[in-house]
């Protein structure tokens, strides 16, 4: 029978010792775009396949440290586990900022789990992402070289050629400010690492 019988309800175990909504939601990450952050020493990179923005979107916040947030967004998506009528999100995040404690990059996954990274990925090509960032990554990093490496570990998982059109990069800086590269900028990049 396999573990389908055990799909429906959240808080029931299968045979095999998982929870099968949770299993389903981490393979919906999976196949999502490849998505990467890196903590250097003076800031956080992030980057992944560009999608169109939302006029929705309002760029204005108040200043909340990471961990408050990236621990109430965690319980949120916790509690869809274990509630009846509702399935886990389908969806991780990678949360970076700049606090009081400096650079700081967590990734949450859709069981409500939450972890401190000092570079990660997730998406299609989570394994081949990862092993690279494993080889690349130094602690005395710094940004430039952060933006170099995320480039780097996109182009190698990529369907077709990378440029500042297909890929979208946001820098959190140590003066707290967020900007998202222009796709001039990128290029710029890209022929840095060619």
């Known amino acids: 029978m396999g573990d389908s019988q055990y799909s429906f309800s959240l808080t029931t175990f299968s045979p095999s010792g998982k929870l099968v909504q949770i299993e389903h939601a981490l393979t919906a990450v999976g196949s999502g775009q490849t998505s990467l952050g890196i903590k250097a020493s003076n800031g956080v990179v992030i980057a992944?396949?560009?999608?169109?923005?939302?006029?929705?979107?309002?760029?204005t916040s108040e200043?909340?440290?990471?961990?408050?947030?990236?621990?109430?967004?965690?319980?949120?998506?916790?509690?869809?586990?274990?509630?009846?009528?509702?399935?886990?999100?389908?969806?991780?995040?990678?949360?970076?900022?700049?606090?009081?404690?400096?650079?700081?990059?967590?990734?949450?996954?859709?069981?409500g789990s939450y972890f401190s990274w000092k570079a990660s990925a997730m998406g299609k090509n989570v394994s081949n992402a990862k092993m690279f960032l494993e080889k690349r990554y130094t602690d005395d990093m710094e940004l430039e070289d952060a933006i170099h490496t995320a480039i780097?570990?996109?182009?190698?998982?990529?369907?077709?050629?990378?440029?500042?059109?297909?890929?979208e990069i946001g820098v959190i800086e140590a003066d707290r400010t967020f900007r998202v590269l222009t796709a001039a900028q990128i290029e710029d990049y890209l022929q840095e690492v060619e």
């Open 48 to 59: 992944t396949e560009k999608k169109l923005p939302s006029i929705l979107v309002d760029e």
């Open 63 to 111: 200043a909340i440290p990471v961990t408050q947030l990236v621990r109430e967004t965690a319980a949120v998506m916790q509690e869809f586990t274990q509630s009846g009528g509702v399935r886990p999100f389908g969806v991780s995040l990678l949360v970076a900022g700049y606090d009081d404690k400096g650079p700081q990059l967590y990734q949450v996954d859709p069981s």
């Open 152 to 167: 780097l570990t996109l182009k190698g998982g990529f369907e077709g050629q990378i440029s500042g059109k297909n890929i």
